[in-house]
């Protein structure tokens, strides 16, 4: 009978001790609207769905799939992959947008200052023209005036920092500025982040794009939270290069410590 208690007993605490262990799980929304822009960058064709990834096709770009992970901690993340095929009648004026608002992201550090680092890379699927991707991210209020968890209207809400510069990439390559940095002066303790994404495809002078060619590409957004004094920005990318490799592992120890 001892030994059965004693069982039991040590069974509970193994569960207390993985779940103190555990990182919090939060309640975050994250909404993706996809659009078709024409040649004067108005929306003729948009939908807005919930979740972390959406399918859609419009008149020119088709099978378009987008998937964003979004990561919460010392270092909180936003990554979206976009990809979409031309269609056989593809009008070059035309462009494709995303925008994803992701709500569920936790500064440990409230008050402190913190800086983004705006991220863009062009996919290379591309023969007979040009594949371009621009990305832009902004820092929200919580809660948001619009929600990220219904598919009414676009998320909205109070700009903690505006859209950072944009982040530029083209592939085959004809420059590019791949990574933009801002900053927050004091970053609340819970916050939104929101990636603008614009993709087009060009023919090369007097041809055209080949069959099958694919567009898109990915945008990072990274926050760096405690980020007192801030470095300049050529400093600041290496510092967020060397931030996977050095602090990540000292972050999960302090965790399951």
């Not at 024409?38 to 939908?47: I, M, S, Y």
């Not at 925008?99 to 705006?118: K, L, M, W, Y």
């Not at 890379?121 to 023969?127: K, P, R």
């Not at 470095?231 to 060397?242: H, R, S």
């Amino acid at each position: 009978m001892f030994l059965r208690k004693m069982r039991w007993l040590c069974a509970a605490v193994v569960a207390v001790i993985a779940a103190v262990a555990s990182p919090a799980r939060s309640m975050a929304d994250t909404q993706i609207l996809i659009q078709e822009l024409d040649g004067g960058g108005v929306p003729v064709t948009t939908q807005i769905s919930t979740g972390t990834s959406a399918s859609f096709a419009t008149t020119n770009f088709q099978n378009i799939q987008v998937v964003t992970t979004p990561n919460s901690g010392a270092i909180s993340s936003l990554n979206t992959s976009v990809t979409a095929a031309l269609s056989s009648s593809f009008d070059a004026t035309h462009s494709l947008q995303v925008i994803v608002t992701s709500d569920g992201f936790i500064n440990p550090f409230p008050g402190q200052p913190a800086i983004v680092a705006n991220n863009a890379g062009a996919s290379s699927g591309i023969v007979g023209g040009t594949n371009a991707i621009a990305g832009t991210t902004q820092l929200m209020e919580i809660p948001l005036a619009s929600g990220a968890n219904q598919t009414a209207s676009l998320a909205s809400g109070t700009a903690i920092i505006p859209p950072s510069n944009p982040a530029t990439d083209t592939r085959p390559t004809s420059g590019a500025t791949n990574t933009t940095v801002a900053g927050a002066a004091s970053l609340p303790e819970h916050f939104a982040i929101q990636q603008t994404i614009i993709v087009r495809a060009t023919p090369d002078a007097g041809g055209s794009i080949a069959t099958g060619s694919t567009v898109g590409g990915t945008v990072g957004s990274t926050v760096l939270t405690n980020a007192a004094p801030v470095p300049a920005p050529a400093g600041l990318v290496l510092a967020l290069a060397a931030i996977p490799a050095f602090g990540i592992r000292r972050v999960l120890r302090r965790r399951t410590a």
